[in-house]
């Protein structure tokens, strides 16, 4: 079992930038690929950014260049930088853990293959 908690979200100006984080409970934190999704009012989920085990990430194309995914198994938190922020960023964004660790980054974009879920923090980018 897995406990995921995020934080760092509120509110900020667009072409600001904040950082997230997810909190994890259990000894095994550095064998999860991890993931970032977001989900806007009335959309759905939809993908940002995965990291590996190993270290390989992937990402969004609406998302790269300007978040940056990262991990530190020894404090059993995973970390989202978002950088350039605009108005469409406005979302829920969670975090999620998967045990499944698949041979690519590119498997890691569908949420169904995690099995563990954070509640969620908000990010608010104001025009």
């Known amino acids: 079992q897995v406990q995921l908690v995020e934080s760092g979200g509120g509110l900020v100006q667009a072409g600001g930038s904040l950082r997230l984080s997810c909190a994890a409970s259990g000894r095994t934190f550095g064998t999860y690929a991890m993931g970032w999704f977001r989900q806007a009012p009335g959309k759905e989920r939809q993908f940002v950014a995965s990291?590996?085990?190993?270290?390989?990430?992937d990402y969004a194309d609406s998302v790269k260049g300007r978040f940056t995914i990262s991990r530190d198994n020894a404090k059993n938190t995973l970390y989202l930088q978002m950088n350039s922020l605009n108005p469409e960023d406005t979302a829920f964004y969670y975090c999620?853990?998967?045990?499944?660790?698949?041979?690519?980054?590119?498997?890691?974009?569908?949420?169904?293959?995690?099995?563990?879920w954070g509640q969620g923090t908000q990010v608010t980018v104001s025009s």
């Open positions: 990291i590996r085990w190993i270290g390989d990430t």
């Open positions: 999620a853990a998967s045990s499944r660790n698949p041979s690519s980054t590119s498997y890691l974009r569908n949420s169904a293959l995690y099995e563990y």
